[in-house]
């Protein structure tokens, strides 16, 4: 009997695919036909379901859950222990801007021309995404604040979920960045500012920096420390830690957001420890 | 003189407030740790709009999981012939935009409160499947999330149109498209710098004994600011501007046509009176 694939019904179940221990279908009661439409629907369809993830575990041992979905870049990211280049090449990190661009103070982090496009060296890339992991790592160890900025409706979800997994004091633009944010953040937030508020982030990432030239130029004047992904158009000394990779791809930022922002739910988790801790101490 | 050095001398002459110290002349745990200022609260907080984006995560959070669970009980995705027949959703019940604004506290431009209403549409249209799917959970948590977008008066508007008081989705001005006591249509169409006054009736089949021979073609007069058609309009192009729509629709002879047109010049008048 031919083992039906999962792929050709379409019908794949959240719950996934029943293991091979629990395989073996038992004999259902008959039930009498359900009279509402809507409970046909469904009835008809769990049943469906039920076939097919029973005659799953007789097919391909590749199932939903162990191969790649477009979905686990944005939720699943590697840690920072497992950037490597293959991830980053999997994303499309090394594909860089027409060489005609390449802007001279990029030409350390390029490894050469392919097809016109300039190949970004991601044998630097790798330290440089550690290191700018371990920079936020350590701000949110200190307790300090990380703002996620990526300001292109393609990048919100990653913005948002990045700022989300570090939860403690990290925030996203995920929409345009007003200018004077920080240097006219009286005018930006008028009654949000309590005395004794700090309204200027310890660190800001910017997963698109080719747009966000005022928002830099704040950072700058503000003195905030700044990581960014820089393409090979993009002068790197533009931010504090570049992290040279291609700018228009939304798996590489998502890669790499979600890298630093579990490397930034570590600094965070040893942070609300440790104050919890000297509370407790505190109390004692 | 004296004064003036003294209060110079008191001035601050250097540049930062407090003195820099090397961090490798301090030792590992002694460097001075800055007193932990409070940072904003919400997530949101530098796109200036906190609790307008807090609003649309949620939102948007709430839909993606309601999605999930009506499709592991395998009710979404519907066929298009049960979509015709899901209940009323009462979606006229939320909040306007003036006072979706104020329960912001911060003002809503016109496409960001769009972006919210249809959000709260899809929510709602997902809370009544999950209520013809008897899937309790979702149900009760999608209208704790839409309780707070609803209007003050939603229960009540909702009753009224379960009693058949009001008619859901009755437009509040009606468009006078009706004819009236005489039979008459009445209608104003524009076009350049010409307007026109339109009065449509049907026109009465002759049944005058002495024609013996009835024609089948029905006639029917058109009259541009009481002249006829073909005086007013000496173009033949114009007069059938004026005429399409009634050929169109195959009402040529059935329709007596007076209009009164003003402004701008022969064929802008003949495009409004079509229109």
């Known amino acids: 009997m031919q083992a039906i694939r999962t792929r050709s019904l379409g019908f794949v179940g959240r719950r996934g695919i029943t293991t091979a221990s629990e395989g073996v279908l038992k004999p259902r009661a008959r039930t009498p036909p359900p009279p509402n439409e809507w409970e046909e629907l469904m009835h008809s369809r769990s049943k469906q379901h039920e076939i097919v993830s029973y005659f799953s575990q007789l097919g391909s041992t590749q199932t939903r859950d162990n191969s790649f979905q477009p979905h686990h870049p944005l939720h699943r990211p590697p840690g920072p222990h497992e950037a490597t280049i293959s991830a980053l090449m999997a994303a499309g990190a090394h594909l860089g801007h027409s060489h005609k661009l390449l802007r ?16 970004i060296n991601l044998e630097e890339t790798v330290p440089l995404l550690r290191r700018a992991a371990n ?6 160890r200190n307790g300090g604040s990380v703002v996620f ?6 990048l919100r ?9 570090i939860g403690h004091n990290a925030f996203h633009v995920a929409s345009r960045w007003k200018p004077g944010t920080l240097t006219n953040s009286e005018q930006i937030f008028g009654s949000q500012i309590t005395p004794g508020l700090q309204i200027v982030p310890d660190l800001v990432v910017l997963l698109n920096p080719a747009d966000n030239l005022v928002a830099i130029r704040e950072c700058a004047v503000k003195h905030v420390p700044t990581i960014g992904i820089i393409d090979s158009n993009i002068d ?3 931010v504090t830690y570049p992290i040279p990779a291609n700018d228009d791809s939304v798996r590489t930022a998502e890669l790499i957001s979600g890298l630093l922002s579990l490397a930034g739910k570590e600094g965070a988790t040893a942070y609300l420890e440790q104050k919890e801790q000297s509370q407790q101490q505190g109390a004692a | 003189m004296q004064a003036s050095c003294r209060a110079a001398l008191q001035r601050r002459l250097y540049s930062t407030q407090n003195a820099f110290v090397p961090s490798a002349s301090v030792g590992r745990g002694r460097f001075p740790r800055l007193a932990e200022q409070p940072k904003p609260t919400s997530p949101s907080f530098y796109t200036g709009q906190a609790s307008y984006y807090d609003h649309i995560i949620t939102l948007e959070t709430a839909r993606t999981l309601a999605q999930r669970a009506l499709q592991s009980v395998h009710i979404l995705p519907l066929s298009n012939e049960l979509k015709e027949k899901l209940p009323n959703s009462f979606g006229g019940s939320f909040k306007k935009q003036e006072d979706f604004a104020e329960m912001l506290e911060t003002n809503v431009r016109t496409g960001q409160y769009k972006r919210a209403a249809k959000l709260l549409s899809e929510l709602n249209q997902l809370r009544t ?4 799917a008897n899937h309790a959970e979702v149900y009760d948590r999608l209208s704790q999330v839409l309780k707070v977008y609803q209007k003050d008066n939603a229960m009540d508007l909702i009753a009224q149109v379960r009693n058949g008081s009001t008619v859901a989705g009755e437009p509040t001005k009606k468009k006078k498209s009706a004819f009236d006591e005489y039979g008459r249509s009445y209608a104003c169409g524009k076009r350049k710098e010409s307007a026109a006054r339109v ?3 049907p026109a009465q089949q002759n049944s005058s004994p002495s024609s013996e021979t009835s024609s089948e073609v029905q006639t029917s007069s058109i009259l541009v600011n009481n002249l006829p058609l073909a005086t007013y309009f000496p173009v033949p192009a114009d007069r059938e501007k004026v005429t399409r729509p009634l050929k169109l629709v195959g009402v040529l002879g059935a329709y007596n046509v007076f209009a009164l047109a003003r402004g701008g010049g022969t064929s802008g008048q003949a495009e409004a009176v079509a229109h």
């Open chain 1, 236 to 238: 790197p000394r533009l």
């Open chain 2, 129 to 132: 499947i999950a209520q013809v």
């Open chain 1, 149 to 154: 900025l990526g300001t292109h409706e393609s």
């Open chain 1, 157 to 165: 979800p990653a913005v948002i979920k990045a700022a989300q997994r």
């Open chain 2, 199 to 201: 009065w449509v009736i």
């Open chain 1, 135 to 140: 920079v936020l790592r350590a701000v949110a």
């Open chain 1, 104 to 119: 001279p103070a990029f030409m350390p982090y390029a490894y050469g021309t392919r097809s016109g496009v300039t190949i």
